[in-house]
């Protein structure tokens, strides 16, 4: 977030006392407010978050594997033919 | 096998209010907590649709569901390696998660559940042109999928869940009936 963004929404959260005042100790140590120091922690589980929920990023030799998979499809197998020879299910 | 022809599928409506939803339990805390109070929210917010299984005989009684969404699994020298004939992000459909109660186990209906998952994602592959289904498997469900001829896209490490893929050529194979 830029230190110059309008911050023009609240947020409340619910917590204990003693986590309330190590929070808060922890940030004046830091030399911060509560808010500076506790939203970029959770800004960036947030991306973390929603970058997993949308996409996976492979490694070099994930990304070979992975070729052959697509270019080169292995047959069905028997236990993937006998669900597709199942009966299906009654849709509405 | 108990009679499932009392046991319907549908699209899952947020704006509908289903029967013992709130009390649907799959012996998975995680799983019974999202169809509680997640399941609404997520679909409501198109992170995702999903379908879910109804009995008819006890008033439309949420029985079983499973999600999907689309994703991307991101390969950036898959375009090099294939010298350009595939892109370097592959859209695939993804399952989210799937469940069924636990008074209606043994019955087939995961299975049933999954067949289903396989046919949507053909279907979305012949309108919108995806190269397959990816899951993350739970360790208690990575046979079931490796069964069915999923591979593993990375080696699993600690307890997370391992990343899976199915090729769309080889679930069309099945698909001429």
Redesign the interface.
């Known amino acids: 977030m830029s230190v110059l963004a309008l911050k023009d929404a609240r947020m409340e959260l619910k917590t204990t006392k003693s986590m309330k005042e190590m929070l808060n100790t922890a940030a004046s140590l830091s030399g911060q407010d509560l808010t500076s120091f506790v939203l970029p922690s959770a800004e960036k589980r947030a991306k973390s978050v929603l970058s997993d929920?949308?996409?996976?990023?492979?490694?070099?030799e994930?990304?070979?594997?992975?070729?052959k998979?697509?270019?080169n499809?292995?047959?069905?197998?028997e236990?993937?033919?006998e669900?597709?020879?199942?009966?299906?299910?009654?849709?509405? | 096998m108990s009679d499932n022809s009392r046991i319907i599928l549908e699209l899952y409506n947020p704006g509908k209010t289903y029967n013992n939803q709130k009390k649907f339990d799959c012996e998975n805390a995680i799983i019974n907590k999202f169809v509680a109070s997640s399941l609404k929210k997520q679909v409501r917010g198109e992170l995702s649709c999903a379908f879910v299984l109804l009995d008819t005989n006890d008033n439309g009684r949420f029985v079983g569901f499973y999600t999907l969404s689309s994703f991307s699994i991101k390969a950036p020298m898959l375009t090099a390696l294939s010298k350009g004939s595939l892109p370097s992000d592959i859209p695939c459909s993804r399952l989210i998660m799937l469940g069924v109660d636990i008074n209606y186990k043994r019955r087939g209906l995961g299975k049933q559940l999954m067949k289903s998952v396989i046919q949507k994602t053909i279907a979305a592959a012949d309108q919108i042109g995806i190269y397959g289904l990816y899951l993350d498997a739970d360790e208690d469900a990575y046979t079931f999928y490796d069964n069915l001829g999923f591979i593993t896209l990375q080696e699993k490490k600690g307890t997370k869940p391992t990343p899976m893929f199915l090729s769309i050529e080889t679930m069309r194979e099945l698909n001429q009936a």
């Open positions: 929920y949308q996409s996976l990023t492979l490694r070099r994930e990304q070979v594997n992975f070729l998979a697509l270019t499809p292995q047959s069905p197998t236990a993937l033919k669900l597709m020879a199942s009966e299906s299910l009654v849709e509405r």
